[in-house]
Every structure is written in structure tokens, then in C-alpha cells.
């Protein structure tokens, strides 16, 4: 079946260090790609998303590239900053009849400090 | 805005009690899903529904039921509580029938069986 899997954390970084958080995945098809965001205390939001081979997704400075040749979609940042505090998770979206399932990795807890 | 509600943010409930976790959204979705959020494990999919009245289990199903009676309105039901089933709920929901949609996310029910 499908899986996402995504870099243990937790990350810790200094203000304006450079992230990557590497994701990789497994999926018949053509699945689609994303990035959801959790804060202290919230649900997830969405990030950013990609649906095709090559295309990349992209918001408040977090970038990530659909790379079918490697099964990967890695999120970067060139800056991060305090209030990017926060668990991301990758997920990819397949479909299967009318079950279009949402897969999840295990989130990446991501600290900055100031 | 965009609301997916869930009723309670935290419970405590005895072993042995039935639970009902309700979930509503205003975005007329066709697709509905619960979620258990534990540390290390990620999100995990308990059951989904494509529509209203039809459901299908996810991942970890056992020990749940749900229902969908209304197309806005999505229940998690416990059936007898165990210890085992403390755990961070979400709700999501999104539109069916394509796999690049964006998920919605509600805050969470945070669930202490005692």
C-alpha cells in the first residue's frame, strides 16, 4: 500500500539557519503531494502542494519539488524563523475508486530559537 | 472562513463508557475522516466516509464505529473505552472526487480514558 516517510526529529535550528526536512514516498499512480503544518495546539493546515511530476509547491518561503524519479518531495526553507516553530508532516493523496486516502508520515518536529 | 468543527477540545471519560466524538463542517464536503494523532506514530486513519451514509474502514478500526447521517456532520464512536484509545482525534474533511484537494482540519478532541 502507500506509505510516506519522512526524517525523525526532533530538528532544532538557530534563526535564519537554512531547513530541509527530507520525505520520500511509495505509490502506484500518480499521486499527489503535500505539506501540512501543525502549531502548538491547532490542527494541521495545509502548506504547500504539488500534483504533478516536477512541479513545485511553494508558500511563505517554504519550498518543495515533486521528484518522481526519487520518490521524494523535500521541504526546504532558506531562513527559517521563530514562529516556524511547529510539527510538519508529509502526506500524498492517492486515488482508488472513490477512496481518495490521505497518507501521512510521522511529522517532523521542527524547534527555532531566537 | 472555512470551519471544521469538532465538538469537545478535551474529554475524560471512564473505561467501559461509550464515547460519541462529533465533527461538523460548513464546506458542503463530500469526503469525511478520523484520525488519531500519538507521539511517534503520527496520524493514523481510524475510518473515512465518501458520502453520506458510507464508510470505510482505515487503518486502525478496531475498538471504533462511525456515522454519517448528514453530508455535514461526521461522528467517532468508542464503543466501550479502553486506556489504551487516550489520544489526540482529528477531524478532517475535503471535496471529493480528485486527488489534489486540500484537506481541512478541525483542532482536535484531546481524549483521556481513565
Known amino acids: 500500500g502507500d506509505s510516506v516517510t519522512q526524517m525523525e526529529g526532533p530538528v532544532t535550528l538557530s534563526e535564519e539557519a537554512f531547513l530541509t526536512i527530507n520525505c520520500t514516498y511509495t505509490a502506484t499512480g500518480y499521486p499527489s503531494l503535500f505539506w501540512y503544518v501543525q502549531y502548538p495546539g491547532e490542527g494541521l493546515q495545509l502548506l504547500l502542494k504539488?500534483?504533478?511530476?516536477?512541479d513545485k509547491g511553494s508558500n511563505k518561503g517554504f519550498e518543495a519539488t515533486y521528484r518522481k524519479e526519487t520518490t521524494s518531495f523535500h521541504l526546504e526553507k532558506g531562513s527559517v524563523q521563530v514562529s516556524d516553530s511547529a510539527v510538519y508532516f508529509c502526506?500524498?493523496?492517492?486515488?482508488?475508486?472513490?477512496?481518495?486516502?490521505?497518507?501521512f508520515g510521522k511529522g517532523t518536529l521542527l524547534t527555532v530559537n531566537p | 472562513d472555512v470551519k471544521v468543527t469538532q465538538s469537545s477540545r478535551y474529554l475524560v471519560k471512564r473505561t467501559g463508557e461509550k464515547v460519541f466524538l462529533e465533527c461538523v463542517q460548513d464546506?458542503?464536503?463530500?469526503?469525511m475522516f478520523w484520525y488519531r494523532q500519538d507521539p511517534g506514530l503520527g496520524l493514523r486513519l481510524i475510518y473515512f466516509?465518501?458520502?453520506?451514509?458510507?464508510?470505510e474502514k482505515g487503518d486502525i478500526p478496531e475498538g471504533y464505529s462511525v456515522s454519517r447521517e448528514k453530508k455535514e456532520r461526521f461522528s467517532l464512536i468508542l464503543e466501550s473505552a479502553s486506556t489504551n484509545q487516550t489520544s489526540m482525534y482529528l477531524c478532517a474533511s475535503r471535496t471529493g472526487g480528485a486527488t489534489n484537494t486540500e484537506a481541512f482540519f478541525g483542532q482536535g478532541t484531546r481524549l483521556t480514558v481513565v
Open positions: 502526506a500524498l493523496q492517492n486515488s482508488g475508486g472513490s477512496n481518495y486516502k490521505l497518507t
Open positions: 504539488a500534483t504533478k511530476a516536477d
Open positions: 464546506m458542503d464536503h463530500e469526503n
Open positions: 466516509s465518501y458520502d453520506v451514509k458510507m464508510k
